[in-house]
């Protein structure tokens, strides 16, 4: 375990380092965002060396651990792997962004199972870019459209733009 001491006498434990290199390899990942999107903030004064510790892990045991799945030779493994952070990716794809450099390589796997789960991840990955490609246009949309309202840009402009948001959103 690891041990963080607070300043008003409480302690954080967490799991340590050692103890997750025996977890399968997307477990840490999700301990990692777990604990930042929902723990992280109740920390206090100790918030800084709990976010350190979190990209200490990260740095050693997720990503090597990932790494050395995805770039073995044992199809069951990665197979088991990428269906794992397929799910993950469905759910949370920032949680799911440290395997983005390696599906290019497993895209050129010989397994079909592979390839396609690579792709899944893909499209996953294309899909939450898209999503915030759009909620950036609706929000100027949105501007415009109030804009065109109070008179400070031309049904020309607010037309434009509109049909610009209409295309992206096809």
């Known amino acids: 375990m690891k041990i963080f001491q607070k300043k008003d006498g409480g302690i954080i434990q967490l799991v340590d380092k050692e103890t997750m290199q025996e977890w399968p390899i997307e477990l840490p990942l999700l301990f990692i965002e777990y604990i930042r999107s929902n723990q992280l ?3 206090g004064a100790v ?13 050693e045991v997720a990503i090597p651990s990932l790494i050395t799945v995805l770039e073995g030779d ?12 397929e799910e993950i990716s469905k759910k ?7 395997i983005k450099g390696y599906l290019e390589n497993l ?17 996953n990955f294309a899909k939450a870019d898209r999503k915030k ?36 959103k096809e």
């Open 92 to 98: 949370k794809v920032e949680t799911a962004k440290p």
């Open 47 to 59: 918030k800084k060396q709990v976010e350190d510790y979190l990209d200490e892990i990260l740095k």
């Open 133 to 168: 490609e759009l909620a950036k246009k609706r929000k100027t949309m949105q501007l415009m459209e109030q804009q065109f309202l109070e008179g400070k840009i031309s049904g020309e402009e607010y037309a434009k733009a509109r049909k610009d948001y209409l295309l992206l």
């Open 74 to 85: 044992n199809s069951e493994e990665i197979i088991l792997a990428l269906t794992r952070i």
């Open 41 to 43: 903030d109740g920390y």
């Open 107 to 123: 895209k050129k796997n010989k397994n079909k199972t592979i390839v396609e789960l690579a792709n899944k991840i893909e499209d």
